[in-house]
């Protein structure tokens, strides 16, 4: 059927147009020459010219051709196989390195002679086609069960085969997914559910980041399967120095133990560490004998001192809630001291990373040589206001907040959320409490912000919502402060407490508070862009650099260099220029810690970035090696399917064929523009040189 985008009577004015250009070309000469209207050759090209010239104005309703047909569609078989590790970690490993693919193999070509067959691996990711090694370093039966779901959606599947140990460790639950399905699933358990004789590293925990002088908790599980009566020996190497040792009975056939090791940190920079068992004949798996971590170890924290106008319960309760962090050190200082101590001032308060001013400035402590060093030294300040802050000194400031009053007087406001803010995150889990914390004691006037800001609470008086800040943060090019425009803080973790029993938001608003305020932008013209220094194995790992020129203006098409050193071995890669700066790609490292120096000349002078990573081992798969058939059981009957093992393989078949599974046909109009057709193409020039033939043959120019 032919068709236009156009209505069809347009197809009228494409005829109009081809006959209005044949005839003013020929009727009308002919006419003037006193010749016949229909004398030959004049009627020949006058209708050459008219099909050219109509079919041309056609072309241009955008015409094309729709045909319906009939489309039957197999039933389709998915397939998918675990391409995980711990697939091997069994005592019939040798089979399924060797004969288990080609069993999936045959089982494949004997149901693609009825069926559509779309085959999968997976592990890490979701792969087409079976080509099995078992060298994945996870297994995420979700992502597998998604896929097919979202590839496959809405098409005549009439069965999932799914080939697997039923050990999953990344992810979610899989059985989340299988009421999504229609069709049955059969189950080919893999694996062994018998425990296998095997000593292991079964968890690590430690802090990422610790600070030198603290002692660092590390917590160690280990497991014994079938090692009754032996012993487990244990040790812990410190950038490959042993500096502890354990050695354990191990008195049960499933033996487990926790440790828990406090080391002292008396070494800055990024620390090795290395557990390592004594292996023992008969073990499964020598690979999780081992396990490798880092810890970053800082010189120093955060300093933060809290100068306050006078004692005051809401000192104590942001001293708790600053306390929790380890990242920060803090110094609690009232006003009246430094004038008897002016040692403070310059050991403490000039080399502190935040000042927080409890109700400064006052009429007794106006400070306005502190505020004017803090100001010249860029130290970030976060402002707490209340009845003793002397607002007119405080409007002097030029901190970027103005409070137009009356008499000074004071009310009570509550917190009112702002949606839009963005410079932080908090908490979601508990931020109905919002509602329920008590007013704070704010200053009644009108107030004005006069640089680049963000409220994050807006005061809200009874039940109307003010336009004036409660919380706001100011970040400006050279400064970034916090404001709380009242006093009385320290009734909201008690009332936090009484609600849900824990203090998690306030600790929250304020460590958040601290930590947004205190961030000293990276202002060198070469620099790291947002680098993580903790990698496993299987993520790409990227690095980001920004370089700028004397005014500080992105350098473009700079040619910068990176050579990365492990174990001795120099790598080189180039940064390749992208919108928000440079980025080299390193790929897939093996595990190990790195050290890189990025290094460039185009600005003008030579300059480099050093720095450290490390690229750990993924071992999940070796941490659990006895096979989850439960999981594949209950996998087949949510769906009305069936769990089967790989001898039964040859089983599947037959109880495919016994759904009597059907094709499906479906009707579908297939469309092709007009103007695809290539010998359309073809006639018009060949109809165009006929006219041209007679029109030199006959003289008609």
């Known amino acids: 059927m032919l068709s236009t985008v156009y209505p069809h009577w347009f197809i009228l004015i494409c005829i109009f147009t081809g006959a209005s250009f044949a005839f003013s070309l020929y ?7 006193g010749k016949g209207i229909f004398t030959f050759p004049s009627w020949i090209m006058f209708a050459i010219r008219f099909v050219v010239i109509s079919l041309i104005s056609f072309f241009l309703l955008s015409p094309f051709l729709k045909k319906n047909f009939r489309k039957d569609e197999k039933p389709i078989i998915i397939l998918a196989a675990d391409n995980s590790a711990s697939i091997l970690l069994n005592k019939d490993s040798v089979y399924y390195s060797s004969v288990f693919e080609e069993d999936l193999t ?11 067959i779309v085959d999968y691996t997976f592990g890490n990711n979701v792969n087409s086609g079976i080509e099995l090694d078992f060298t994945d370093s996870r297994t995420n039966m979700y992502e597998i069960l998604n896929h097919i779901y979202e ?15 039923g050990n999953y460790n990344a992810g979610r639950d899989p059985l989340g997914l299988i009421n999504d399905f229609k069709a049955p699933f059969y189950t080919i358990a893999l694996g062994d559910t018998s425990p296998s004789a095997d000593l292991l590293i079964s968890k690590v925990r430690h802090n990422q980041i610790a600070y030198l002088g603290n002692t660092i908790p590390i917590k160690i599980g280990v497991n014994a399967e079938k090692f009754k009566n032996k012993k487990l020996a244990l040790s812990l190497s410190n950038n490959n120095q042993v500096i502890k040792n354990w050695n354990f009975d191990i008195n049960h056939q499933h033996f487990s133990h926790t440790i828990d090791y406090l080391y002292d940190a008396n070494k800055s920079g990024l620390q090795h ?15 999780n004998n081992y396990a490798d971590f880092y810890i970053d170890v800082l010189e120093s924290r955060k300093s933060v001192v809290l100068l306050a106008n006078s004692p005051h319960p809401d000192i104590n309760a942001l001293r708790r809630s600053i306390e929790k962090n380890d990242n920060f050190k803090l110094k609690i200082i009232i006003a009246s001291e430094i004038n008897r101590n002016p040692q403070l001032y310059q050991n403490e308060i000039l080399n502190a990373d935040l000042v927080i001013l409890h109700q400064l400035p006052s009429v007794s402590n106006p400070l306005q040589q502190l505020f004017a060093s803090l100001e010249k030294n860029s130290i970030p300040m976060l402002v707490i206001l209340g009845s003793q802050t002397a607002l007119p000194q405080l409007n002097k400031l030029n901190l970027g907040l103005t409070i137009q009053y009356r008499n000074q007087s004071f009310e009570e406001v509550f917190a009112e959320p702002n949606s839009a803010f963005s410079y932080f995150s908090l908490s979601t889990k508990n931020t109905s409490i919002i509602k329920d914390l008590p007013p704070l004691i704010a200053p009644f006037g009108r107030y004005s912000i006069n640089l680049e800001n963000e409220v994050l609470f807006n005061q809200k008086i009874g039940q109307v919502i003010s336009p004036y800040p409660l919380i706001f943060y100011v970040q400006d090019i050279d400064k970034r402060l916090g404001f709380i425009c009242g006093e009385g803080i320290w009734r909201w973790p008690l009332a936090e407490f009484r609600i849900n029993q824990t203090q998690t938001y306030f600790n929250d608003l304020i460590q958040k508070s601290i930590q947004f305020i205190s961030i000293k932008e990276d202002k060198r013209y070469f620099h790291l862009k947002d680098f993580n220094g903790d990698y496993f194995e299987d993520q790409a790992v990227q690095m980001e650099v920004e370089l700028y020129n004397k005014s500080y203006e992105k350098f473009p098409h700079a040619k910068i260099e990176l050579e990365i050193i492990q174990d001795g071995i120099k790598s080189t890669f180039q940064f390749i220029e992208t919108e928000e700066g440079y980025r080299a790609n390193l790929g897939y490292l093996k595990a190990g810690k790195y050290s890189f120096t990025a290094s460039t000349t185009s600005a003008g002078s030579l300059q480099k970035l050093t720095g450290s990573f490390f690229v750990k081992k993924v071992e999940v798969e070796y ?7 439960q999981l594949m059981y209950h996998l087949a009957e949510a769906q009305n399917g069936k769990m089967l093992y790989p001898d039964q393989m040859g089983d599947i078949e037959n109880l495919i064929e016994n759904l009597n599974l059907k094709s499906r046909s479906s009707f579908e109009m297939e469309s092709r523009d007009l103007i695809e057709l290539k010998w359309l193409f073809f006639l018009i020039i060949l109809l165009l040189a006929t006219e041209w033939f007679f029109r030199k043959f006959f003289g008609s120019y």
């Open 151 to 165: 590839q496959n959606y809405n098409k005549n599947i009439g069965a999932i085969i799914v080939a697997s140990d």
């Open 27 to 33: 009727f009308v000469n002919y006419f003037r020459k």
């Open 623 to 629: 941490i659990n090696t006895t096979a989850n058939h």
């Open 106 to 116: 045959k089982l494949r070509n004997q149901l693609k002679t009825k069926y559509t």
């Open 273 to 287: 560490f290395t557990l390592q068992i004594k292996e023992l004949d008969g073990e499964i798996s020598f690979a």
